[in-house]
């Protein structure tokens, strides 16, 4: 086959069909197409989705395997970690499966920050940048197939294994997610996933938050079940991205006040409704995490600071955090008890020198992924030489 027949982008094909259609077998091993799975080959250059991947997954390679863990999150449109799995969470919300799109091209990049903008496309990848993609996580019966499938994580249970249909796939419902995800993240990351789980931009709109908390309280036995009960303590309902859930948490855990998530205030005037992230009414006091600043038009930003202004017309103070506060909360938290001190409520507030401890014990505290560089004792990673890809195992 001529080197110049063109190759058909994103398909996932095995070897023997690849070379049905007439691919040179020298070329199929070419660094111009890369191994999924065994046997199974992606174009380099325009890779499957992850539908596609997990479709294989679980009908060629593993017949009746359930889409699970962390591979179902990403499916569901459930927030991750971007350091969860070597920056599998990179490619939350890129695009969700449901609706009519998939999530595509599953390379990670690899640069990323905690932003919680939307993205309408896939981010890109420059030709000389090595593709690396997402392990993809599947439940099977333990007496299946003993082999460990290239590219994939195998988790064995005892059937039946809940399952729901997502477009041509099975994967685990929520719930089942949520106690999944427990194996592989911290409390504070597995809480932000219950929110999105449970908030009003939930892709299971009929869950709500008593549902997580009677579901981990009647499952007894299973891994990580007690991580869930705790992540759904600490969950809230109405909070609209893992940021605002990130500094609720951070300022709780440093010994101020809860906030209120996604308080709804109406101006006296003119009736409009706006809401704040993170909100201490009492005080007229907002948080507000802004983490896609480096994404917003000139008309984004004049209408944030439109809002702004207009909060602060009728006695609102706000607090603007970004992802470098949240990592390095230290300044933050300073600032918000200084804040607290003018409001005339610095009694409600940390002293300085609790502040301090709390923000220095965070380099060591398995409170994120999103800045810890520990990983929970529930999990190990291990580099595949063969294919430059970390492995979790559980």
Not at 15 to 32: K, Y
Not at 214 to 221: C, E, K, L, P, V
Not at 361 to 378: E, F, H, I, K
């Amino acid at each position: 086959m001529p080197a110049s027949t063109p190759v058909t982008p994103h398909a996932l094909l095995h070897r023997v069909h690849w070379i049905d259609t007439g691919m040179n077998p020298r070329r199929l091993s070419s660094e111009e197409f890369t191994r999924v799975f065994s046997g199974f080959y992606t174009p380099t250059c325009a890779p499957a989705s992850v539908e596609a991947m997990a479709w294989v997954l679980q009908n060629k390679v593993v017949p009746g395997a359930v889409i699970s863990h962390s591979t179902a999150a990403l499916l569901r449109g459930i927030p991750l970690p971007p350091q969860l799995e070597d920056g599998v969470g990179l490619l939350s919300g890129v695009r969700y499966l449901g609706g009519g799109s998939v999530l595509t091209s599953p390379f990670i990049p690899e640069d990323g920050e905690l932003d919680d903008r939307p993205r309408s496309t896939a981010p890109t990848r420059s030709p000389d940048q090595p593709l690396k993609l997402p392990l993809i996580h599947a439940t099977a019966h333990p007496r299946g197939t003993s082999r460990v499938a290239h590219g994939a994580q195998l988790h064995r249970r005892e059937l039946p294994v809940p399952a729901t249909v997502l477009g041509r796939l099975l994967v685990s419902p929520p719930l089942e997610i949520l106690l999944e995800l427990a194996t592989l993240l911290p409390v504070w990351d597995l809480v932000a996933a219950v929110d999105a789980v449970v908030g009003p931009a939930s892709r299971t709109p009929s869950l709500s938050l008593a549902d997580v908390r009677a579901f981990a309280s009647n499952t007894t036995g299973r891994p990580g079940v007690a991580i869930l009960r705790k992540a759904a303590s600490l969950a809230r309902e109405r909070v609209e991205s893992p940021g605002e859930t990130y500094v609720r948490l951070l300022v709780t855990a440093a010994g101020f006040p809860e906030p209120t998530p996604n308080l709804p205030t109406i101006h006296p005037d003119t009736g409009q409704e706006r809401r704040i992230d993170n909100a201490y009414e009492h005080i007229r006091l907002g948080l507000e995490y802004d983490g896609s600043w480096r994404s917003k038009s000139k008309q984004q930003w004049q209408s944030d600071e439109e809002r702004r202004n207009e909060l602060a017309s009728y006695g609102w103070t706000l607090s603007r955090q970004t992802g470098q506060d949240v990592r390095q909360p230290l300044s933050f938290l300073l600032r918000l008890r200084t804040v607290f001190d003018m409001l005339g409520v610095g009694r409600a507030a940390p002293a300085v020198d609790h502040i301090r401890s709390f923000a220095n014990s965070l380099s060591t505290a398995d409170l994120s992924l999103q800045w810890s560089t520990r990983r929970p004792a529930s999990t190990s990673r291990r580099l595949d030489k063969k294919t430059g890809r970390f492995r979790t195992r559980i």
